[in-house]
């Protein structure tokens, strides 16, 4: 008692994290060993059996939290002032175990020695309070739903420091005790007037338990942060496997939150300025799908560094006659893959295999929905048409992707194979990441035709930075493509040593 435990994590903001933002006092803990309340066989793989849970009341929070045993960050350093207020407002007045087999735990833990509490220190400069706090509402606990942001932490002091929409998290997961079921779970059954509420958050390390009373909700969150967080789920699914627990069914707690949920302020959307540079960006956040699908290698970015490359010196040696930076590194890489015979692509392991039947086959099993055709899924996952070397590279295209966003300038993770796609002629290269449905890329293009383009276009664009728009950049790039020698005596004020 007396840590200061994270309740939530960063939240997706323009604002920045607040100072103190996201720990919580903890006010009363209790050790359950071997708790009988636990699901025997558990279906769900993200559940946790435990011999032990903690469950811990924190101030601000709306109820009880249930924590597996083991380790977790607690905060060290807090404001004095902080710590002074903290303490005298508690949430959780309570002095007796709240959970069925409940134990308060006598000993300091060994870690801790004697230390009592946080450390106090000299707060950091607060930010700028908000405008105004985001619109919220009211509505019982056992109406919660899957998207609701929920109010986890109420206050932090100072409270008028809080950020726009600071202390709400999505909630990810639900599920109602009701009955004979809650006398399994609380040490006073009446506590939870009629039905207790299970509830994984976005950013909380554990099951939120609550009563049936009413909680808070924002009532238009960020919509950026909303995307963020659907994509990024914290726990999917419950953190316990509690014995008795059934999820509600979603139309049916769509139809309770509309009877409680206001309309939003017509300002509510201007507190959250945009995260994005450009339209462009914002919109793939907001309506983009994340999956695998097709994309013309000449749509993807050249390799900016080829590790344990049987040409890498080689690369280096051209890239030398570049001023340096990541586009220079990669245009280097498309001149190296121009130079390359069929006899030299042919000496590196890459290469080696048939790329445009791997390509076809990963493409053809990220197509089928697995829970729907389970038996063409499988039919397709065996590759049997496939070499066993092929096979070892298609099921390493499912497991070991190539990641690439749409409009990136770069992908990290398959750049050998990339290359080696392009060498083999593969039209169409199996990526994964982030796009808008229904936006084709640019129609495929030949790859040492695209490397050559690529190259002449740099020295154009290197051109005009030095002698700005005109004929002359036009005419000369070609050249500086074709004759590096050329290159040598433009200035290379940035140029690595």
Same mark, same amino acid.
């Given at each position: 008692?007396?840590?200061?435990?994270?309740?939530?994590?960063?939240?997706?903001?323009?604002?920045?994290?607040?100072?103190?933002?996201?720990?919580? &006092?903890?006010?009363?803990?209790?050790?359950?060993?071997?708790?009988?309340?636990?699901?025997?066989?558990? !279906?769900?793989?993200?559940?946790?059996?435990?011999?032990?849970?903690?469950?811990?009341?924190?101030?601000?929070?709306?109820?009880?939290?249930?924590?597996?045993?083991?380790?977790?960050?607690?905060? !060290?350093?807090?404001?004095?002032?902080?710590?002074?207020?903290?303490?005298?407002?508690?949430?959780?007045?309570?002095?007796?175990?709240?959970?069925?087999?409940?134990?308060?735990?006598?000993?300091?833990?060994?870690?801790?020695?004697?230390?009592?509490?946080?450390?106090?220190?000299?707060?950091?400069?607060?930010?700028?309070?908000? !405008?105004?706090?985001?619109?919220?509402?009211?509505?019982?606990?056992?109406?919660?739903?899957?998207?609701?942001?929920?109010?986890?932490?109420?206050?932090?002091?100072?409270?008028?420091?809080?950020? !726009?929409?600071?202390?709400?998290?999505?909630?990810?997961?639900?599920?109602?005790?009701?009955?004979?079921?809650?006398?399994?779970?609380?040490?006073?059954?009446?506590?939870?007037?009629?039905?207790?509420?299970?509830?994984?958050?976005?950013?909380?390390?554990?099951?939120?338990?609550?009563?049936?009373?009413?909680?808070?909700?924002?009532?238009?969150?960020?919509?950026?942060?909303?995307?963020?967080?659907?994509?990024?789920?914290?726990?999917?699914?419950?953190?316990?496997?509690?014995?008795?627990?059934?999820?509600?069914?979603?139309?049916?707690?769509?139809?309770?939150?509309?009877?409680? &949920?206001?309309?939003?302020?017509?300002?509510? =959307?201007?507190?959250?300025?945009?995260?994005?540079?450009?339209?462009?960006?914002?919109?793939?956040?907001?309506?983009?799908?994340?999956?695998?699908?097709?994309?013309?290698?000449?749509?993807?970015?050249?390799?900016?560094?080829?590790?344990?490359?049987?040409?890498?010196?080689?690369?280096?040696?051209?890239?030398?006659?570049?001023?340096?930076?990541?586009?220079?590194?990669?245009?280097?890489?498309?001149?190296?893959?121009?130079?390359?015979?069929?006899?030299?692509?042919?000496?590196?392991?890459?290469?080696?295999?048939?790329?445009?039947?791997?390509?076809?086959?990963?493409?053809?099993?990220?197509?089928?929905?697995?829970?729907?055709?389970?038996?063409?899924?499988?039919?397709?996952?065996?590759?049997?048409?496939?070499?066993?070397?092929?096979?070892?590279?298609?099921?390493?295209?499912?497991?070991?992707?190539?990641?690439?966003?749409?409009?990136?300038?770069?992908?990290?993770?398959?750049?050998?194979?990339?290359?080696?796609? &392009? =060498?083999?002629?593969?039209?169409?290269?199996?990526?994964?990441? &982030?796009?808008?449905?229904?936006?084709?890329?640019?129609?495929?293009?030949?790859?040492?035709?695209?490397?050559?383009?690529?190259?002449?276009?740099?020295?154009?664009?290197?051109?005009?930075?030095?002698?700005?728009?005109?004929?002359?950049?036009?005419?000369?790039?070609?050249?500086?493509?074709?004759?590096?020698?050329?290159?040598?005596?433009?200035?290379?004020?940035?140029?690595?040593?």
């Amino acid at each position: 008692m007396g840590d200061y435990l994270p309740v939530a994590s960063d939240r997706v903001t323009p604002e920045g994290r607040r100072p103190g933002e996201g720990y919580a &006092r903890i006010e009363w803990l209790e050790h359950i060993h071997d708790p009988a309340f636990l699901h025997p066989h558990p !279906t769900d793989p993200y559940a946790i059996t435990a011999d032990t849970i903690v469950a811990v009341c924190c101030q601000g929070l709306p109820g009880p939290v249930l924590l597996r045993a083991g380790d977790h960050w607690v905060l !060290t350093e807090v404001d004095p002032e902080r710590l002074a207020w903290d303490a005298a407002h508690p949430t959780w007045p309570t002095h007796k175990p709240v959970f069925v087999g409940g134990q308060v735990p006598q000993e300091v833990h060994w870690n801790r020695g004697d230390l009592a509490g946080p450390v106090g220190v000299t707060p950091e400069k607060a930010s700028a309070p908000p !405008t105004r706090r985001a619109a919220s509402f009211t509505k019982p606990a056992s109406t919660l739903r899957i998207g609701d942001y929920l109010q986890i932490h109420a206050v932090r002091f100072p409270e008028h420091d809080m950020g !726009t929409d600071e202390g709400y998290h999505r909630v990810e997961w639900v599920g109602h005790l009701t009955g004979e079921r809650i006398a399994g779970l609380l040490a006073d059954p009446a506590w939870a007037n009629g039905i207790v509420t299970l509830v994984t958050v976005h950013g909380l390390g554990g099951m939120l338990v609550l009563p049936e009373k009413d909680v808070r909700v924002l009532v238009q969150p960020n919509l950026e942060r909303v995307s963020w967080d659907e994509q990024e789920v914290w726990h999917d699914g419950p953190h316990f496997a509690l014995d008795g627990v059934v999820e509600p069914d979603p139309a049916l707690q769509d139809a309770k939150d509309a009877a409680h &949920r206001p309309a939003a302020p017509e300002d509510e =959307a201007g507190l959250y300025p945009t995260l994005f540079s450009t339209p462009e960006r914002r919109a793939l956040h907001l309506e983009g799908v994340t999956g695998v699908r097709p994309v013309p290698a000449s749509a993807l970015p050249w390799p900016h560094g080829l590790f344990k490359c049987e040409y890498a010196e080689r690369g280096k040696r051209i890239a030398r006659t570049y001023p340096g930076g990541r586009r220079a590194d990669q245009t280097a890489h498309a001149e190296l893959f121009a130079e390359l015979t069929e006899e030299e692509f042919a000496a590196c392991p890459y290469h080696q295999g048939n790329w445009q039947a791997i390509a076809e086959a990963v493409l053809a099993y990220a197509e089928v929905d697995e829970d729907e055709e389970p038996e063409r899924a499988a039919r397709l996952y065996a590759m049997e048409h496939l070499s066993p070397q092929d096979r070892k590279w298609a099921r390493r295209m499912l497991s070991d992707r190539i990641w690439w966003e749409e409009g990136s300038t770069s992908i990290t993770n398959g750049q050998h194979r990339l290359c080696a796609m &392009r =060498a083999a002629a593969v039209a169409n290269v199996p990526v994964y990441g &982030r796009y808008l449905p229904g936006k084709q890329p640019a129609g495929a293009m030949d790859a040492r035709e695209h490397a050559r383009k690529t190259v002449e276009e740099y020295w154009v664009d290197r051109l005009v930075e030095l002698w700005g728009p005109g004929p002359w950049p036009r005419r000369i790039g070609p050249l500086l493509a074709r004759y590096r020698i050329l290159r040598w005596p433009l200035p290379r004020p940035d140029r690595r040593p």
